[in-house]
């Protein structure tokens, strides 16, 4: 419980995003993990991340962890009914999984079967709130289990919103922090500044806050976030290094590098590194 004890003393952990495989060969995953193991204190597991249907989250996690290595079992209200939510919740606590990550899923119709249909049984709250009420030795219907997890669960936040929409995602991390999260995972951070007004209101003493550090792949991917996410601000300076620079990848490598020291520096809990794919960059990250 390597997270969890890292949480709880204040200590800056650091996660690591890895998609499972479209597919059943986990050897590249496994391979991947394994040249940042120790340097890394739990690895996420998307479920099905952008509607994309592929190994579930509970699979990869229990390939990793039967591999000696720590997990963020993701679950999410698009996928499954309470009962599925909470048979996987169970499973994954009885081999060991201690740290859940819930979110609510993206819409199917962006993902590769559009014409799936979405479950959402449970909403965000509820989950989160079932999740503890496992933890407490019960399941929803009340009923006392064999044996009860000793889950840590986290959840999101948009710390790049503003206006009115920061007043309510505040009051939604509230309802969360209710519920039971333990820590939150915010939109990718390039700057402090550009979360400012989320953080003069937010005791960080009393919230575990974990920013993501996007690997960025190029000057094209950095436009379509300035052209379609409001909430991620990448500053000039950031774009005019990647222009600028003889090799581009390796640049926006030492970026990343350079922003999981900077949220060290400002005192966040930890940092949450995606990498969308290009986890064979792991290494050069963490140096």
Excluded at 59 to 82: H, K, M, P, S, Y
Aim: aromatic letters at 4%.
């Amino acid at each position: 419980m390597r997270l969890k004890s890292k949480l709880e003393k204040g200590e800056f952990a650091v996660l690591v995003e890895l998609e499972p495989p479209k597919g059943v060969d986990v050897s590249l995953m496994l391979a991947n993990a394994k040249k940042v193991k120790g340097k890394v204190d739990a690895f996420v597991v998307p479920e099905m991340s952008n509607a994309v249907m592929r190994m579930s989250s509970l699979g990869g996690a229990l390939i990793l962890n039967g591999n000696g290595l720590e997990t963020v079992f993701q679950v999410n209200c698009r996928d499954r009914n309470r009962i599925a939510l909470q048979a996987d919740l169970l499973s994954a606590g009885a081999v060991g999984i201690n740290n859940v990550m819930a979110v609510k899923g993206e819409d199917p119709r962006f993902g590769d079967h559009h014409e799936t249909k979405s479950v959402n049984d449970l909403d965000l709250l509820e989950l989160i709130r079932t999740v503890n009420i496992l933890n407490n030795g019960k399941d929803m219907a009340g009923i006392e289990l064999a044996g009860a997890p000793r889950f840590i669960v986290g959840s999101t936040v948009n710390a790049g919103a503003g206006g009115q929409a920061l007043m309510l995602e505040l009051d939604e991390m509230k309802k969360k922090l209710d519920a039971g999260t333990g820590f939150f995972i915010t939109q990718p951070v390039f700057d402090v500044s550009g979360i400012r007004p989320f953080l003069e209101r937010v005791d960080r003493s009393k919230i575990r806050i974990i920013p993501t550090v996007l690997l960025l792949k190029s000057v094209g991917m950095v436009k379509y976030i300035e052209r379609h996410m409001d909430n991620i601000k990448i500053p000039g300076a950031t774009i005019d290094r990647i222009q600028n620079a003889p090799d581009r990848v390796r640049e926006c490598i030492k970026i990343a590098s350079e922003n999981v020291s900077m949220l060290k520096k400002e005192g966040f809990s930890g940092a949450f590194i995606s990498t969308l794919g290009w986890e064979n960059k792991l290494p050069e990250i963490l140096e």
